[in-house]
């Protein structure tokens, strides 16, 4: 079974630095995209960043200039540089990736459990 398993969380004062990692577990084949993801209670999931196998990235508008997303294939580890950052950031983080299931015969997404950021003003 395949798991992720984020790490990295906790309080910073706003301004400050946060790195999160996030690494896969178990028989993994192949893993495509690999991203992150932040929620609030109550709201609904958002995209912060993506990266793909090639590492190719993508960010929400509200990170740009400020998060930086990569990936270690030979550690299937996916990580979050999250610099100036600011109390609006404050939100549990969650890792994904698409992971190809030979079960299944096509890639399927895995979550991890999550982590809290909180950011001080």
């Given at each position: ?19 999160l ?10 893993i ?36 930086t ?20 950031d ?32």
């Amino acid at each position: 079974q395949v798991q992720l398993v984020e790490s990295g969380g906790g309080l910073v004062q706003a301004g400050g630095s946060l790195r999160l990692s996030c690494a896969a577990s178990g028989i993994i084949f192949s893993i495509r995209n690999m991203g992150w993801y932040r929620q609030s209670p109550g709201t609904q999931r958002e995209l912060v960043a993506t990266i793909t196998s090639d590492d190719v990235t993508k960010y929400a508008d509200s990170v740009k200039g400020r998060f930086t997303i990569s990936r270690d294939n030979a550690k299937k580890t996916v990580y979050l540089q999250m610099d100036s950052l600011k109390p609006e950031d404050t939100d549990s983080y969650y890792c994904n990736a698409e992971v190809w299931s030979a079960a299944l015969y096509r890639y399927r997404e895995v979550w991890g459990q999550g982590t809290l950021v909180t950011v001080s003003s």
